[in-house]
Nanobody
């Protein structure tokens, strides 16, 4: 399995921005479909965004569409989540996830059970 480490979380005021990163190691990063999830206190982990192996396909939860942008740099083995116009309800621990995709498959995965590698999470706190 690929090892994942998130960074870039922090505390911001509503309307602010953060850029989260997910660094991968141990396997060929471009073989993996990737995703971001988040878990707020007392709530279940939820899907945020997904990106295909090549980066050519992306998919977003309705709650973040138009505010968040997922991207990846396969040469740097890193995935990103640019979060803009942050709201207090975006407060959560953000996790990145990976799933090895078959050759020639370039799809996104939105279901949590579709992933088999997870990072430790990075905290995002948005104050009003």
């Amino acid at each position: 399995q690929v090892q994942l480490v998130e960074s870039g979380g922090g505390s911001v005021q509503a309307g602010g921005s953060l850029r989260l990163s997910c660094a991968a190691s141990g396997r060929t990063f471009s073989n993996y479909a990737m995703g971001w999830f988040r878990q707020a206190p007392g709530k279940e982990r939820e899907f945020v965004a997904a990106i295909s192996r090549s980066g050519g396909s992306t998919y977003y939860a309705d709650s973040v569409k138009g505010r968040f942008t997922i991207s990846r740099d396969n040469a740097k083995n890193t995935m990103y989540l640019q979060t803009n116009s942050l709201k207090p309800e975006d407060t959560a621990v953000y996790y990145c996830a990976a799933k090895r995709a078959p050759m020639l498959a370039d799809y996104t995965i939105s279901g949590e059970k579709g992933y088999d590698s997870w990072g430790q999470g990075t905290q995002v706190t948005v104050s009003s």
